[in-house]
């Protein structure tokens, strides 16, 4: 089986936490004897053939990063581009992934993407999910591959199954929400948190303080 897949994030792939991930999904889902091949919709030159290949294949993945809630704005933009299948057996699967730790935070983009496909003349096909992966670009290659290592498993399962079933999902995207416990030890740790994410925003560039409020003079009190 072959499994076209189009990676939504805005970052190239270098520095992509999608397509890291995707790599070791991938890797899962070949594993079985299946193809798969993946476009990038960064690369906006490439979008007419992005557009050609959904139209050509009915096996397709969306691979994103959580946006503010939802989908990223170059996934909406390359999504109006596109026309609804006419008698199509197309099915469509997602990838979908955050830094949140807690599962529940991607649930409402989840919600969104299980109402996409029928838009577009096709079959929902269900939504991997996973929070804590917002250090995949960041950490060492052993910390990252254990990070990632999962979705080998969620790959061939994809394979085997041809569909992300919800009970499946749900157990893979765990923690749901923290319990009592792990919330007082993240307030334990929370200066700590703070500096490791100043670290990582020094990394992407980031000049300013995390702390800078640059719109508080337009807030009304």
Same mark, same amino acid.
């Given at each position: 089986?072959?499994?076209?897949?189009?990676?939504?994030?805005?970052?190239?792939?270098?520095?992509?936490?999608?397509?890291?991930?995707?790599?070791?999904?991938?890797?899962?889902?070949?594993?079985?004897?299946?193809?798969?091949?993946?476009?990038?919709?960064?690369?906006?030159?490439?979008?007419?053939?992005?557009?050609?290949?959904?139209?050509?294949?009915?096996?397709?993945?969306?691979?994103?990063?959580?946006?503010?809630?939802?989908?990223?704005?170059?996934?909406?933009?390359? $999504? %109006? &581009? @596109?026309?609804?299948?006419?008698?199509?057996?197309?099915?469509?699967?997602? !990838?979908?992934?955050?830094? /949140? *730790?807690?599962?529940?935070?991607?649930?409402?983009?989840?919600?969104? $993407? %299980? &109402? @996409?496909?029928?838009?577009?003349?096709?079959?929902?096909?269900?939504?991997? !999910?996973?929070?804590?992966? /917002? *250090?995949?670009?960041?950490?060492?290659?052993?910390?990252?591959?254990? $990070?990632?290592?999962?979705?080998?498993?969620?790959?061939?399962?994809?394979?085997?199954?041809?569909?992300?079933?919800?009970?499946?999902?749900?157990?893979?995207?765990?923690?749901?929400?923290?319990?009592?416990?792990?919330?007082?030890?993240?307030?334990?740790?929370?200066?700590?948190?703070?500096?490791?994410?100043?670290?990582?925003?020094?990394?992407?560039?980031?000049?300013?303080?995390?702390?800078?409020?640059?719109?508080?003079?337009?807030?009304?009190?």
């Amino acid at each position: 089986m072959h499994l076209f897949i189009v990676s939504c994030t805005p970052r190239i792939k270098e520095k992509s936490n999608t397509d890291k991930i995707l790599e070791e999904f991938k890797k899962g889902y070949e594993s079985c004897g299946n193809t798969t091949e993946t476009f990038y919709l960064y690369k906006r030159n490439e979008w007419e053939m992005i557009r050609t290949k959904f139209y050509e294949n009915d096996n397709i993945l969306f691979a994103l990063p959580l946006y503010v809630e939802c989908i990223p704005g170059i996934m909406a933009e390359f $999504l %109006e &581009t @596109l026309k609804p299948k006419q008698d199509s057996n197309t099915k469509i699967g997602f !990838l979908l992934q955050g830094g /949140f *730790a807690e599962a529940s935070q991607l649930r409402c983009c989840e919600s969104y $993407l %299980e &109402t @996409l496909p029928a838009f577009l003349g096709c079959e929902y096909n269900g939504t991997l !999910l996973k929070g804590n992966m /917002f *250090a995949v670009s960041f950490i060492g290659s052993k910390m990252r591959k254990q $990070l990632t290592e999962p979705f080998y498993n969620m790959g061939k399962y994809y394979a085997q199954n041809n569909y992300f079933r919800k009970e499946v999902v749900n157990d893979f995207a765990k923690p749901e929400y923290f319990s009592k416990k792990e919330i007082f030890f993240s307030n334990v740790f929370s200066p700590l948190n703070k500096l490791l994410f100043n670290v990582f925003a020094k990394k992407l560039g980031c000049k300013g303080s995390l702390n800078d409020r640059p719109y508080q003079n337009y807030v009304k009190e």
